[in-house]
Each structure stands twice: as C-alpha cells, then as structure tokens.
C-alpha cells in the first residue's frame, strides 16, 4: 500500500502572490488573520532541497515566538511531514538535504549584533511594525548566501500608524484614507540609502543613473491581505470576524480592515450614548456583584493633581447585561481608603463580593492583610498585581460590550463625571474610574474563582438579618 502524499500549497489570492514574489523585500499583510504566519512557513519550504539554505524567521520575543499556536508551534504541524529534525533549544529544523531553518528574536537593539557574522538566504521577520528601522536594516546586512539561491526578505505586518514601517510603505498606502491603494499593491518599486535617506524610483535604472552603477537598488512590494482572503481560517473558525468586529472602533479599522491611519481618539473606546439611558432601578436577575477598589492611597494637597482612590460597583444579570451601580472616588491616606471600605461594605451588604489588587512586594501585602481583616465577615478576594498589558489593552473587552448595547449605569450625582471621563480615555487628565472599571471585569466580575454569587434575589432583602450581621462583624 503506498504513503499517502502530503501536498503543500498557498491558498489562492495574497498568499499566492506572496510566495510567487520576485522582490527583493516583499511586505505581507496590513490586516489580522490573513495567513501571514502560514505563509512564511510555507516559504521556507521551496528552498528545503538546497543543502545550503540557511532560512531564519525572527519574532520581537522568545515568548511570542514560543506563544500556544505561534510560530514555533505551527512549525510542528509542517516541517516533520517534510521530515525535518527540530532542535528544541535552538528552535532549529534540520531538513534531510542539510538545508536549516531557525526561530529567534531580537528585543533590544544590541540584539541584532548576535547575528554578525550569519548567512541567511532567507530571512523573514514576522510583525514587522514591533521591529525598529535599524533592527530591521541591520538584519538586511546579514542576508546573504553562496548556496545559489538569491538572498530575499520577507516582513508580515499589521497596521501601525505610528511604526517607521508606515512611512517605508507610504507608496501603498493612500495618505488620506490609510488604506491600501489597489492598484499599486504587488508592484515593485526600488529605493537606495544615501547618507540615511531611502530615495525612491519606478525602476533600478533610473537609480543607476542617478547614483552610478555601484547604486545596487533595492526592490520593494506590498502584498496587502485580510481575513476573508484566509479560506482556511474561516472554514475552521468562522467566528473570528466576529471577534475582530467586537474590537473598539479604531482596533476594528486597523484589523479587520487594514486601516494604517486608525489610531485611538477621546472617544475611542467609550460613548456615552452606548450606557443608554441610566436606569433608576436595578433588575431583578442580578446573579452577581462586585465592589473593586483601585487605590490610589494619596491626598489632595495644593500643588497636587494625584488621580483617586475608587471603589466601582458593577452587577451583573442572567442574560448578560453590566450595570455600574455606584462609584466612590476618594483622596485619602490608606487609613483613610480602608475605612471608607468599611463603610461602603456596610451599604453594599455581605451578599457583594469585594476585590481589591494587591501591589508586589512586602508593602503591598502587609496593606492587603490589613485590609482583609479590617472587612472580616465579608468575602474579599486580592488580587495580585500583574502584568496585564497596557490601559487600553484591559479597556478593549469592557468597550466591547459598552458598543454592543452591554453596558448601564444607575441614575446618580456621578454619573456625568462618570462618563465624561471614560469618553476622554486614554488621553484625559485623570483615568481613575476607567481603571476601575476595566479591572472589575477583567479581573472580577467574570473571574469564576468564587466572584460570581449566583441565585441571589435583591428583591426581597432581609433587612434585619443584613443589620444583624453588620452588628455582629462591624
């Protein structure tokens, strides 16, 4: 009986494109879920039978080169059906010619100093926008080869107004609209280095012609590719448009559709005509409710300007819907943040889960411990400080679900102080209440670790037990 034959092939449109290119440096993607990751792999693939191919892909980091379904990780499901050996410890493949294809990164600048002395065929960087301009050209002078194949450089990318990758691409891409100008994609233009200005032309000759025959032009093209050019993806996960459709206005723009203009604004990630209008009562169906402290544990005094201390009450109902019950913004010494605590546990009642983040070190624990017991009798929950990405990073879920009609707030004082600071975020003054209320749902209301009291009916309050029991603990 014979094996089974294994075929790999682009899938038709921009992947295609991608891998038949002739450029010189050929920039792929400008969109999330394009196949850009799948299509360097399948790049490497060509030269396999060369027994000098020397083939490189390069991440910003170890742990994103390392990251469940990464690179490395996809990698595994190509390179053994091509009987390739892989080198755990030096993210190296060593294909049966001799050929070798290796993952690294480089995160600082000094990085790329490590690689002096290497011959790579092949070098590909994927995320091009995480790279810096000098990263970048200095990884140029390390791509060379003997092995008779043309030395060639391969960048995926997604929008980065920002990024010295926009302006390298500007050709591409209309000024005005930061989208990408369809009939100029997949053409190749040419550019030179001259006392660090790249100078640009149509062809190579007009650069040989300008600045002699030892010019060596470069060539340059910009395949741009989206979402629903990934067939595949779509057929296994058709959701993921979905997901890219919940991102804020401005991350939509950039990922779904390859905006390389879209940055954020005042307003970006929060509206207030998305809380609708504020509620004067809550409904019935709470099944959960979580009073978060962000502490700033600092005090006005002339001169001054410290963001505050909030306590942020978010409820949760049975079909989904958040409602901001109350927000408490203080300026007080710790003592003064831990009884204010106190007291707002008092009014809120046992039946709200308290939670409050934990700053690393020594101090950060004793003020926890001390809290904790301050509010015994009540459910506390602490959560360790952690490195959950930027604001804007933690402000994407909650936004989500504020555009999609998600979110309320209660009628009260606070509530236009509220909401005028969220609509500024992340460019206003102060950011207090939009950390509150980021960190209460991404790391209370939706934890599943024993936040969430389910079955609760704030209907019927039994007054006189809830006093009790303050009497008892307080």
């Not at 032309?201 to 989206?226: C, R, Y």
């Not at 019950?325 to 008092?346: L, N, Q, Y």
């Given at each position: 009986?014979?094996?089974?034959?294994?075929i790999?092939?682009?899938q038709?449109?921009?992947?295609t494109?991608?891998?038949?290119?002739?450029?010189?440096?050929?920039?792929?993607?400008?969109?999330?879920?394009?196949g850009?990751?799948?299509?360097l792999l399948l790049?490497?693939c060509?030269?396999?039978?060369?027994?000098?191919?020397?083939?490189?892909?390069?991440?910003k980091?170890?742990?994103q080169?390392?990251?469940?379904g990464?690179?490395?990780?996809k990698s595994?499901?190509?390179?053994?059906?091509?009987?390739?050996?892989p080198?755990e410890?030096t993210?190296e493949?060593?294909?049966?010619?001799?050929?070798i294809?290796?993952?690294g990164?480089i995160e600082?600048?000094?990085?790329?100093?490590?690689?002096?002395?290497?011959?790579?065929?092949g070098?590909?960087?994927?995320?091009?926008?995480?790279f810096?301009e000098?990263?970048?050209f200095h990884m140029?002078?390390?791509?060379?080869?003997?092995?008779?194949?043309?030395?060639y450089?391969?960048?995926?990318?997604n929008?980065?107004p920002?990024?010295?990758?926009?302006?390298?691409?500007?050709?591409?891409?209309d000024?005005?609209?930061?989208?990408?100008?369809p009939?100029?994609?997949?053409?190749l233009?040419?550019?030179?280095?001259?006392?660090?200005?790249?100078?640009?032309?149509?062809?190579?000759?007009?650069?040989i012609e300008?600045?002699?025959?030892?010019?060596?032009?470069k060539?340059?093209?910009f395949?741009?590719?989206?979402?629903q050019?990934?067939?595949k993806?779509?057929e296994?996960?058709?959701?993921?448009?979905?997901n890219?459709?919940a991102l804020?206005?401005?991350?939509?723009?950039?990922?779904?559709?390859?905006?390389?203009n879209?940055?954020?604004?005042?307003?970006?990630y929060?509206k207030?005509?998305?809380?609708?209008?504020?509620l004067?009562?809550?409904?019935s169906?709470?099944?959960?409710?979580v009073?978060?402290?962000?502490?700033a544990?600092?005090?006005?005094?002339?001169?001054?300007?410290?963001?505050?201390?909030?306590?942020?009450?978010?409820a949760?109902t049975?079909?989904g819907l958040?409602?901001?019950?109350?927000?408490?913004r203080i300026?007080?010494?710790?003592?003064?943040?831990?009884?204010?605590?106190?007291?707002c546990?008092k009014?809120?009642?046992?039946e709200?889960?308290i939670?409050?983040?934990?700053?690393?070190?020594s101090?950060?624990?004793y003020e926890?411990?001390a809290?904790?017991?301050?509010?015994?009798?009540?459910?506390?929950?602490?959560?360790?400080?952690?490195?959950?990405?930027?604001?804007?990073?933690?402000?994407?879920?909650?936004?989500?679900?504020?555009e999609?009609?998600?979110?309320?707030?209660?009628?009260?004082p606070?509530?236009?102080t509220f909401?005028?600071?969220?609509?500024?975020?992340?460019?206003?003054r102060?950011?207090?209440?939009?950390d509150?209320?980021?960190?209460?749902?991404?790391?209370?209301?939706?934890?599943?670790?024993g936040?969430?009291?389910?079955?609760l009916?704030f209907?019927?309050?039994?007054?006189?037990a809830?006093?009790?029991?303050f009497?008892?603990?307080?």
């Amino acid at each position: 009986m014979e094996a089974a034959e294994t075929i790999f092939k682009p899938q038709p449109g921009p992947q295609t494109d991608f891998l038949r290119c002739s450029a010189d440096i050929c920039i792929f993607g400008g969109a999330a879920g394009g196949g850009k990751s799948h299509g360097l792999l399948l790049d490497h693939c060509y030269h396999i039978e060369n027994r000098g191919y020397r083939g490189v892909t390069l991440r910003k980091t170890v742990p994103q080169l390392r990251a469940p379904g990464g690179l490395w990780d996809k990698s595994k499901e190509i390179y053994p059906l091509l009987r390739a050996e892989p080198r755990e410890q030096t993210h190296e493949w060593l294909f049966p010619s001799g050929a070798i294809v290796k993952f690294g990164a480089i995160e600082f600048d000094a990085d790329v100093y490590s690689w002096d002395g290497s011959e790579i065929c092949g070098l590909q960087l994927d995320e091009g926008t995480q790279f810096s301009e000098f990263q970048f050209f200095h990884m140029i002078s390390r791509n060379r080869s003997t092995c008779g194949i043309k030395p060639y450089v391969r960048v995926t990318t997604n929008p980065d107004p920002d990024s010295w990758l926009r302006r390298f691409l500007s050709y591409w891409i209309d000024e005005a609209t930061g989208y990408p100008i369809p009939e100029r994609c997949g053409k190749l233009r040419w550019f030179v280095r001259r006392n660090d200005e790249l100078f640009w032309a149509d062809s190579p000759q007009e650069l040989i012609e300008k600045f002699g025959k030892d010019a060596s032009p470069k060539s340059v093209t910009f395949i741009p590719s989206f979402v629903q050019n990934n067939a595949k993806l779509l057929e296994v996960n058709p959701e993921y448009i979905g997901n890219l459709k919940a991102l804020p206005s401005f991350e939509r723009d950039r990922l779904l559709l390859g905006n390389w203009n879209a940055r954020p604004q005042a307003g970006s990630y929060f509206k207030r005509e998305w809380f609708g209008t504020p509620l004067d009562t809550l409904p019935s169906d709470i099944v959960a409710r979580v009073r978060f402290w962000d502490r700033a544990g600092t005090e006005q005094a002339p001169g001054r300007d410290p963001d505050a201390t909030v306590g942020l009450k978010l409820a949760k109902t049975r079909q989904g819907l958040y409602i901001v019950e109350d927000v408490v913004r203080i300026f007080e010494t710790p003592h003064g943040v831990e009884s204010k605590m106190i007291e707002c546990a008092k009014a809120d009642g046992f039946e709200c889960v308290i939670g409050f983040m934990s700053d690393p070190g020594s101090a950060g624990k004793y003020e926890s411990t001390a809290a904790t017991r301050a509010l015994d009798g009540f459910t506390v929950k602490i959560i360790p400080s952690s490195g959950a990405g930027s604001k804007e990073t933690r402000a994407r879920p909650i936004s989500s679900q504020c555009e999609a009609g998600n979110c309320r707030i209660i009628r009260a004082p606070w509530n236009e102080t509220f909401l005028r600071e969220l609509e500024a975020f992340p460019f206003g003054r102060h950011d207090d209440r939009v950390d509150g209320l980021t960190r209460i749902f991404h790391k209370g209301i939706n934890q599943r670790s024993g936040w969430s009291v389910h079955r609760l009916d704030f209907t019927k309050p039994n007054e006189n037990a809830t006093r009790r029991f303050f009497d008892n603990r307080l």
